[in-house]
């Protein structure tokens, strides 16, 4: 079983809040804005950052214990 970590809960809800905004700015036909232009890049960030989170998590709960210099 692998524990989420609360980085990845958190970035989780940053990339929901910031794509529910983004929407909102969609639907009111601002979506040419610079504004929403500088939202979608920050989206896409948020969302590389998250992927990245979840890969090094994965990896760390699927390799095997370090063993001790004795």
């Known amino acids: 079983m692998m524990i989420i970590s609360e980085r990845i809960i958190r ?9 529910c905004e983004l ?5 009111r ?12 890049m920050k989206l896409a960030a948020m969302t590389a950052d ?6 090094i998590e994965r990896m760390r709960a699927e390799a095997p214990p370090a063993k001790a210099n004795a």
Do not use: I
């Not at 998250?50 to 890969?55: G, I, N, P, R």
């Open 23 to 27: 929407d909102c700015l969609t639907a």
């Open 11 to 19: 970035l989780c809800k940053s990339v929901e809040r910031l794509a």
């Open 29 to 40: 036909g601002h979506a040419g804005t610079t504004h929403a232009v500088l939202m979608r």
């Open 50 to 55: 998250l992927v990245t989170a979840d890969l």
